[in-house]
């Protein structure tokens, strides 16, 4: 029934390892996010894709790699993980690009020790 | 960067207490969002306002997107305990494109 979700919920890793992190929607939705939260709980975007295809690409080190193997699912990649990574990775998705009501998944905690 | 500015950052009030908190940005906004983030979970969409001085309500809230279409307000009445929570505002800055832009964030505790 979860709209988005994304797994696993918590992570915790050492630096250097390799994660992912999964994301579906079951809303049918054209247009998928992934958001970091950081320790201040400021939001910010990192990517965005319509229908598989890369939209917004924020500044962010390209030890982060998006992928969407179809319109469903956007997976989040990171290599070499450092102390800053972590946070809380947010996946969401909406309707069409420019539509700005997004739905959120519960978000995904990783802890680089 | 970041080009909303939400205020207050946090507020502690009684159950039964009315709140008020608003955001204003420099630059002209499209549409104007308030979500609600409970604590382990993702922000959820409160209200969506799409015109200049457009009040809506969604039961004990109250949004308005101001007439310069820089700021927002939400009023929450009658606050009761499941309130607690981080509300942020949200819009696309005119000059971004589809991207959308999230205040810092309201936290929000109620003491019963």
């Known amino acids: 029934d979860t709209a988005v979700s994304q797994t696993p919920k918590y992570l915790v890793t050492q630096m250097g390892n390799d994660k992912s992190i999964k994301c579906e929607q079951n809303l049918g939705h054209d247009t998928m996010y992934w958001y970091k939260q950081d320790s201040k709980k400021f939001l910010k975007i990192m990517f965005s894709y319509n229908n598989k295809e890369l939209i917004i690409n924020e500044t962010v080190p390209n030890r982060f790699s998006p992928k969407s193997p179809d319109k469903a699912h956007l997976n989040l990649h990171i290599n070499s993980l450092e102390l800053g990574d972590s946070a809380v990775y947010f996946c969401?998705?909406?309707?069409?690009?420019?539509?700005?009501?997004?739905?959120f998944g519960a978000g995904s905690r990783l802890t680089v020790l | 960067g970041q080009q909303l500015n939400q205020s207050p950052q946090s507020m502690f009030i009684q159950e039964g207490e009315d709140v008020s908190m608003n955001c204003t940005s420099s630059s002209i906004f499209n549409t104007w969002l308030w979500y609600k983030q409970d604590p382990g979970e993702g922000p959820v969409l409160l209200i969506a306002?799409?015109?200049?001085?457009e009040l809506t309500s969604n039961g004990r809230l109250t949004a308005q997107f101001g007439i310069t279409r820089k700021d927002s307000f939400l009023n929450i009445s009658a606050s009761i305990p499941s309130d607690v929570g981080i509300y942020f505002c949200?819009?696309?800055?005119?000059?971004?494109?589809?991207?959308?832009?999230f205040g810092e964030g309201t936290q929000l505790t109620v003491n019963p």
């Open positions: 969401a998705s909406s309707q069409q690009t420019g539509a700005n009501v997004l739905t």
């Open positions: 306002l799409y015109k200049a001085g």
């Open positions: 949200a819009g696309p800055p005119k000059t971004s494109g589809s991207r959308l832009t």
